[in-house]
């Protein structure tokens, strides 16, 4: 299977006047929120830890987690919203699995944010997508690994190109396919790329990682293979870039001053601001009681993890204010893993 088994399918036009109507809503909020460093870029909540695949990397899930009630995820989303914040992005788990991930889509739009969503993609339908156009969702990004399920990844292109072909005729909302480096033979990795990239797609890749956090090593061939892939990702030179990963790759390190728990957070499923994914308990605090203080101190602390982080979002989330200082003192490493909350292997 090829890129020429998925031919381009060019977006109508008033798909790409809608796209390009969000695009310019999102420059403006991420204008304003520049000015203003008291207010969060992104937040990823969490809607649900249960999912319908078992991939082997993966450590997000489990398989009985039932979802954040509506009536509390509106809650958490209104919060967000005082905060001014500007992208609120939904993930799992599964966030298809949610019966009300349309309405909380919805919700986030009304509260006059960004909203964005996390998939595998097996549950995808046309209805679903046209809902989700009509609740004004601004991008989907999907998980594509590998050409066929292997003990690593279910998430495969061959069970799930017609979910594709469903997207790239009918979703009004920016579809970008993100790969795990790692989950599959580095030439199927630019294969799957290559194919969505022709459906009109952006294409990713995030890299995979050591307990420690570390991204885990790749030899030449590989490397070969990742500069291809990040040739096509066409936020290549915008706030939404991830070339950071190369110089990662290059000296296994990078020097950034991290926001993380400022204008970047994850809340869980429980309600509570976590600096980012990999570091849950680290900053543990009710959402609800998060406010600007803590916002403050966040932005201005250095992160003693912040040199090898392959986190995506906490370095977009923190590249308007790169020439901004961090007057305080290091934060405390994170505390040992609790039950029920193990290292990923893995970042989108």
């Known amino acids: 299977m090829s890129a020429a088994a998925l031919p381009a399918i060019a977006p109508v036009r008033h798909q790409r006047r809608h796209q ?23 937040a990823h909540v969490v809607v649900t830890r ?19 009630p509506l009536d509390e995820m509106k809650a958490r989303i209104d919060h967000l919203a005082e905060l001014g914040t500007v992208f609120v992005t939904l993930t799992g788990g599964e966030t298809l699995l949610h019966p009300d991930i349309v309405a909380i889509v919805r919700h986030v739009r009304a509260r006059g944010m960004t909203p964005a969503l996390n998939t595998n993609g097996y549950l995808l339908t046309r209805a679903l997508i046209d809902a989700l156009n009509d609740a004004g969702l601004y991008a989907l990004q999907l998980s594509l690994d590998n050409l066929t399920p292997n003990a690593v990844s279910k998430k495969s292109l061959k069970p799930l190109r017609g979910k594709l072909r469903l997207l790239a005729e009918h979703a009004r909302f920016r579809v970008r396919v993100n790969t795990v480096f790692g989950a599959a033979p580095p030439a199927e990795a630019l294969a799957v790329a290559q194919a969505v990239h022709a459906l009109g797609f952006d294409a990713k890749c995030s890299l995979a990682r050591d307990p420690s956090g570390r991204p885990l090593p790749v030899d030449a061939e590989a490397r070969a293979v990742y500069e291809e892939i990040r040739a096509l990702d066409r936020h290549g030179t915008s706030v939404f870039s991830e070339d950071f990963q190369s110089e990662l790759l290059d000296r296994g390190q990078v020097e950034w001053k991290c926001r993380a728990g400022a204008r970047f957070f994850t809340v869980c499923e429980d309600g509570l601001v976590h600096l980012c994914t990999p570091k849950m308990g680290l900053g543990a605090k009710p959402l609800a009681d998060y406010g600007v203080d803590d916002i403050r101190q966040a932005f201005d602390t250095p992160k003693p993890c912040a040199a090898t982080c392959p986190v995506a979002y906490a370095h977009q989330g923190s590249r308007l204010d790169a020439w901004r200082g961090q007057p305080l003192a290091p934060a405390l490493p994170p505390p040992p893993s609790s039950p029920g909350r193990v290292h990923l292997t893995v970042v989108r």
């Open 50 to 68: 249960r999912c319908n695949l078992a991939c082997g990397y993966c450590t997000e899930y489990d398989k009985v987690s039932p979802p954040v």
């Open 20 to 42: 390009l109507r969000a695009d310019f809503r999102v420059l403006r909020g991420l204008a304003k929120a520049a000015l203003d460093t008291d207010r969060p870029l992104m």
